[in-house]
C-alpha cells in the first residue's frame, strides 16, 4: 500500500515500489527509486537517480548474511538527497541532513539531524552518526562506528574496524569501528585503525595514522600519529 | 525554451528542462537530465545517467547561501561525460574533455579543453583547472583551487582549503585552495594543505603530506613534505 | 538480435540495446543499461542505474586509442551488480561475485569468482583479479594490475602504473600495475607503487608507501614500507 501525498511533486519517472509513504512538500525528481518500506517526511528533496530503501545482499562472497524482509527506511523533514545516492534498508536520517552525489549508506545506519555527508562517501553498516556533523568528500564510514555531534571528518578520511584485516575467521563476531566523541577534527587522508577513539574536541592531522586512542583536547600528527600538542 | 538541434540524437528517455540549448551532432544516451541554463556544444556526447546544470541547495546543515536562479552551464564541443556524472550550474567545461563516471563537479567551476578528469572525482566549488590537465580517480579537488595547465593529479589525491577544519566561523570567508602551476605533477595518494602553492614543473610524491609551498622544479617527499631533488 | 529469456524479470524501464543475451533467472532492476555485445548469466541480479558493456571513448584528450566495435561483455551466474555501478566492453566477471554501488571497472577486466568489488571501487583497463578477493570501498586498482586468490585490498588503497606520472611520452608503451599474489592484504589508505610485487600471504600495513617488492610472508609498514616483521 502507498500512501503519497498530493501536496508533493513527484516525477513520473519515479519509482515508487509498494510500501512507500511519501509526506506533504517533498520533491522527487526524475529516476529516483524507493523500495518497500521507505518513509519520505516533509519538506525532503530527492533528486534524480537517488536508489532508497535498498535491501543487502550477498551472492555467496560475503560473510554476513541478510534477511529478506525490508526494514523501515525513514528520510525525515528537510533533508536533501543528491543525485546518485543509494541508502540502504533500515538507515533513519534525521531533519535536515543532506547526502551528497553519488553517496552510499548501508543499512540499520542511524544518521543525525544538519549533518551533511558529502560526496561518495561511503558509509558501512549500523553506524551512528550524530547532529551538526560533516563528512565530507570520497571519506569512508566504516561499519559499526560512532561519531559524535559537531565532527569533522574531512575528505578522503578512512576508517576500518577489522584489526585482522579479514584474516581472521571469528572477526566478523568482533569487529570494532572507531569512536569519535563531540567536536572533534579527523584531517583530510587520515586512517583510523579499528577501535581507537579519538577524544573530546581533539585534532587528527592529515594524513595522520592513527593507531591507538587520543585523549581529549589533544592535537596528534604523524605516521603513527603522537601528540603534538593541546588544542 | 528549448533549441534542439535535430542533427543531434537524443534518447527518448533523457529529461532536458526548460531553456535548454542542445547544438548539432550531439548525442544524448538513456535517463540523462539537463537542467535549466545547460548549453551541449556540437560533438558533445552525454552517457547515460548524467545530470547536468543542477542548483546547489541547503537543508541548512551548510554555511554557504545559494541563489535560487539557475546560471549558464555549459559543455563545449567534443567533450565526453561519463555515465552517472553530475555537474552543477554555472560550470563550464571547454572543449575535448572527459569527464569520468560517477563524478561530481560543484557549481562556478572553469575546467578546461582537453582535460581529463577521471572516475569519481569529486571537484567543489569555484575551481579552475587549465588546459591539458588531468585529475585521476578518485582525487578530490577542494574549493577555490586553482591548477594550471599540462599537470597531473594522480588517483586518490585530496586537496583542502580551510586551516580551521571549519572549527573557524569566519573561515567561509578565508578559504584558500591550493594553486598548482603549469607542469606540476602530484603522485597518488598526496594530500595538499591549504593555500600551499606547488610551483612550476614540480613533482610531490605519492603519500606526500604538503604542508608549505613548493618552490618550481622541485621533488618534494615525506610526511611532511621536504625537498628532496631538482626534477 | 536479442535472447531474452522468459524466466527473468526484467524491468520495463531497462533499457537492452541490440545483441544483448539475458539467461535464466536473472533480475534486472529498473533504468538499467545494456550495451551491446553484453551476456547476463543465469541467476545474476542488476539493480538500478547500472551501466553495462559501455564502450571506452577519447575525445581527443587520452593517449590510448580504442576500438570502435563492442567486445563481449560477460557477467557469470549469480552475481550481484549494485545501483550506479559502470562495466565497459571486454570485461568479464566470474560467478557470485559482488560489485559495488557506483563502482566503475574498465574494459577488459578479468574479475573473479566470488569476488567483492565494494562501492566507490574503480578498476582500471586490463585487470585481473583472482578469486575469493576483496577490495573495499573507494579503493583504486590501476590498469594492468594482476591480483591474485584470497586477497584482501583494504579502504582507500591506491596504486599505480606510471613511473614517469605520465611525463614521459612513452609511459604508454611500458606501463606496470602491481602485482598481489595469493593471500596478501593490502591496509587502509596504502599506496603501491607502479610495478611492485607483494610476496604470498605478506601483511602492507594501513597508510604505508609501498615502494619495491615486499618479499612472501612478511609484514611491512611506513613511509617508505619496511620489513617490521614475519606473518
Known amino acids: ?45 530527492i533528486y534524480d537517480h537517488v536508489v532508497i530503501g535498498k535491501k543487502p545482499t550477498s551472492p555467496g562472497s560475503t560473510a554476513k548474511q541478510y534477511s529478506k524482509e525490508y526494514d523501515l527506511t525513514e528520510i525525515m523533514e528537510n533533508c536533501i538527497i543528491c543525485p546518485g545516492a543509494v541508502i540502504y534498508t533500515g538507515t533513519i536520517i534525521k531533519n535536515n541532513t543532506l547526502i551528497g552525489d553519488n553517496c552510499s549508506i548501508r543499512e540499520k545506519c542511524n544518521i543525525g539531524a544538519y549533518d551533511i555527508i558529502s560526496r561518495n562517501v561511503t558509509v558501512n553498516y549500523e ?57 572533534a577534527t579527523i584531517g583530510a587522508g587520515a586512517t583510523l585503525l579499528p577501535g581507537v577513539r579519538i577524544g573530546f574536541n581533539s585534532i587528527v592531522g592529515a594524513s595522520a595514522l592513527v593507531t591507538k586512542d587520543v585523549p581529549p583536547n589533544k592535537v596528534v600528527m604523524g605516521v603513527p600519529a603522537k601528540v603534538v600538542r593541546d588544542v
Chains 1, 2, 3 share one sequence.
Open 127 to 183: 553506524t551512528v552518526i550524530g547532529d551538526h556533523t560533516r563528512v565530507m568528500d570520497n571519506a569512508h564510514i566504516t561499519g559499526n562506528m560512532i561519531i559524535g555531534n559537531h565532527c569533522f571528518i574531512s575528505v578522503m578520511v578512512s576508517s576500518t574496524n577489522d584489526n585482522s584485516m579479514a584474516r581472521d575467521e571469528l572477526a566478523a563476531t568482533k569487529l570494532a569501528g572507531p569512536i569519535v566523541e563531540d567536536y
Open 1 to 45: 500500500m502507498k500512501q503519497i501525498s498530493n501536496n508533493s511533486i513527484i516525477s513520473s519517472t519515479a519509482i515508487l515500489h509498494d510500501d512507500v509513504i511519501v509526506e506533504d512538500n517533498v520533491v522527487i525528481h526524475d529516476f529516483v527509486v524507493l523500495y518497500p518500506g521507505t518513509i519520505i517526511r516533509n519538506g525532503t528533496e
